[in-house]
């Protein structure tokens, strides 16, 4: 089990603003996404909690898609309680809800801490981040085909676009705020008229484009 420290993870968070300025073609993202499914579990100490329940946190959110983050705090009767947030499209906004969450449901005088990253496996900051759902959906339906094409996604939030064919950048900018059918999660696509249209995720208000061909 590894442990990642917070100025770690700021790092993520340059590097996350640099790739903001303009987006980057199909051959670039390829270098830079982690195209394995596979995460790991990389855990921070916090005041009060054991390793023992630090240990038993990350068994427990082990399977979570990337990038996730576990938010954990002890209440005064020295229980800890612990959540959890999962395929956003970067490390600081996983950690953002996560505590977020966590602070919305602590009992008074409980104090929050990440305890958890949930990463892609031998993870380091690169210019390009994207939940586990966002690159799956990419991999199945955007690298396979030639353009015009766009990716956007949601730096805030677990919610990823890509439309294939004419007006590829509005069609995916669209379909990043729409989230999929019913705001669930999961991918779903629509196919007509040599249009693709794919969203994956919940809605969100601040999708960007991210790659475009």
Known sequence: MFRVTIAAVLAALTFAIAADAAPITDDVARTLIYTSRDAEIRTTPAPGISSGALASIAAQVRGLAYYGAVAASVHPDGKVAFVAAADYNNSIAARQAALASCKAGQPVGATCAVVADIVPKGWTPR???????????????????????????????????????????????????SGTRGGRGGTTCYNADGRLDCSAGVPATDCRLAIEN
Do not use: I, N
């Open 127 to 177: 210019a390009l981040e994207m939940g586990r759902s966002a690159t799956g959906m990419y991999m199945q339906f955007y690298m396979r085909d030639a353009g015009p094409k766009a990716f956007a996604f949601s730096p805030s939030r677990p919610a990823s676009g890509l439309a294939r064919g004419p007006d590829a950048v509005s069609r995916a900018l669209s379909a990043c705020r």
